[in-house]
């Protein structure tokens, strides 16, 4: 009789018992390669539940939450809320959707600017950039008008972006540049090490704060007031610090479909209760941005997580059993 790798409870499971034995995981997650390292750890979780995990599908966030909404994905780990509402609601919200626990904390998101132009020019709000003077700072194509390094097309912070524009009244004097997020980051960060003005997006976790340090070499921009699209409009972005950078501090969870884990509560149970520190992802996409980011580095990043954080990891599979055996 075969058994799992691991003990829980000083008990060891036989495989043919596990909840999970003969059910399919079929993993969705958006194409950033900084989001593989929390996937691929709910996907280990699973296994040692008796999954069997199929490699995660790279896709854009509406086909996510549409796929897993028909049955066609399982489950996605990067749920921003509320970043996400629309995408949530539209492919049918919690008829569809299970959506318990808070995986990761804190994820925040803004716009940042160099320090140096930053000192400089006392600039510490966005709305600073209707003056074209100011905004032509951050040209970088020749046409007068900031170039900001945004999001790529598809992604929640998009709406957010183009929203922002209009309601600051930005448009005359800035361009929300879009494409791949990762080339377009590269490029700011060579005129940064040029020595340029920068005017980007970005958010944490993503290793972009452990190379462009805020308060450092950077520095958070305010906006003039809260002022957001679609599902979130009306929510307040001032943090309690006062602060206001213009998005809400949102919590990233794990979304599976409801109806497959109505029928998989252990799956269910171990969506609910896995906790993952932003400092480790920072940590981890990191080590990405440094050359450790081959499929095989990523794999051994999750190893060690797991062997530093073994207790934790196996208390998760721990209640994920109980609640199978209720």
Avoid at 113 to 118: L, S
Avoid at 227 to 239: H, I, S, W
Avoid at 285 to 301: I, P
Wanted: hydrophobic share 40%; aromatic share 12%.
């Amino acid at each position: 009789m075969a058994y799992t790798t691991s003990t829980f409870g000083n008990h060891a499971y036989a495989a043919d018992t596990l909840p999970g034995k003969g059910i399919t995981v079929k993993p969705v997650k958006n194409p950033v390669p900084e989001e593989n390292f929390q996937h691929l750890l709910v996907m280990r979780a699973l296994e040692q539940l008796g999954y069997t995990v199929q490699p995660y599908k790279d896709v854009d966030y509406p086909t996510a939450y549409m796929s897993i909404a028909s049955g066609d994905a399982t489950f996605i780990a990067s749920h921003w809320n509320p970043l996400h509402a629309d995408f949530y609601k539209n492919a049918g919200g919690d008829a569809k959707f299970y959506r318990q626990g808070e995986y990761i904390s804190n994820a925040a998101q803004g716009y940042l600017i160099d320090k140096k132009t930053a000192d400089h020019y006392n600039i510490t709000n966005i709305a600073q950039l209707q003056d074209p003077k100011l905004a032509a700072l951050f040209d970088t194509d020749g046409d007068g008008k900031a170039d900001l390094a945004g999001c790529t097309p598809g992604w929640g912070c998009e709406a957010v972006v183009e929203h922002h524009l209009d309601a600051y009244t930005l448009r005359p004097t800035i361009t929300h540049q879009q494409g791949n997020y990762a080339a377009l980051i590269a490029d700011t960060l060579a005129r940064f090490k040029a020595g340029q003005p920068v005017l980007y997006y970005t958010w944490t976790p993503y290793w972009v704060s452990n190379e462009l340090i805020p308060g450092k070499d950077v520095v958070w921009l305010e906006v003039p007031f809260s002022a957001m699209p679609g599902e979130q409009k009306g929510l307040d972005t001032t943090l309690p610090n006062g602060k206001n950078y213009g998005f809400v501090v949102n919590k990233q969870q794990i979304v599976a479909n409801k109806a497959w884990t109505d029928a998989n509560p252990a799956a269910a149970k171990l969506f609910e209760i896995m906790r993952l520190p932003l400092a480790d992802i920072n940590a981890q996409n990191h080590l990405m941005s440094q050359g450790e980011n081959k499929d095989a580095d990523v794999q051994r990043h999750v190893d060690g997580w797991i062997k530093a954080h073994q207790a934790t990891f196996d208390g998760w599979i721990a209640q994920a059993l109980a609640a199978a055996a209720k």
